[in-house]
């Protein structure tokens, strides 16, 4: 099987981290900014930014429509911290239309002004026993998950990782490590078609 070709949205935020991450775990990494190279993805990753001004620009890029209709067929979705607020179905205090992916409520900012930023050993069963070295920044975490959502990891007793089908969801930021598990876990959900 070729190597799937994974987009990674790339209108603000974290981008070359996760187009390097995507490399280093075997697939071939693209910048998605128009409809036209989002067509040629298998799969896409929103990274971690800031989800006010990304919902503005996903409208004003044309890109809104078009992300919902490939998810909604199956392409595989994942979205790091900014990523799975765009994607949740609704955001506590937020007040802008989300692309509707996933049927979970997140609170952005969640874990408090102190706490900001932190790595924390955050165990993930589905990855193996070796806790995983995550990274918030700002994190936001779940508050409430629809019954098709599966929650693979928690902190502080809130969902931080969950899965629906074929969309991803983590509060923390893998492309911030050099630990690949969930950039290696994110190319399995992709079907091997060719
Ligand atoms: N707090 C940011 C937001 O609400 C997300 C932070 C991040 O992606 N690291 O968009």
Sequence with gaps: ?????????????????????????????????TPEELASVDALVVP???STTVIRLLDRFGLTEPIRARVRG??????????????AHDV????????????????????????????????????GTEPFPAVFIRAPWIERTGPSVETL??????????RAGN????SFHPELTHDDRVHGYFLGMIPATR
Excluded: K, Y
């Design 1 to 33: 099987m070729a190597a799937p070709t994974v987009g990674v949205l790339a209108l603000q935020g974290d981008v070359v981290e996760h187009v390097r991450a995507l490399e280093r775990s075997g697939a071939r990494a693209v910048e998605v900014r």
């Design 48 to 50: 971690g930014g800031e």
């Design 74 to 87: 199956g392409m595989p979705f994942w979205g790091t911290c900014m990523g799975m607020i765009v994607a």
């Design 92 to 127: 506590a205090g937020l007040d802008q239309p989300t692309l509707d992916l996933l049927d979970v409520t997140v609170r952005r900012n969640a874990f408090g002004r102190q706490v900001d930023s932190a790595e924390v050993p955050l165990p993930i069963p589905a990855l």
């Design 153 to 162: 990891a928690e902190r502080d007793g809130h969902g931080v990782m969950v």
């Design 167 to 170: 969309v991803l969801g983590t």
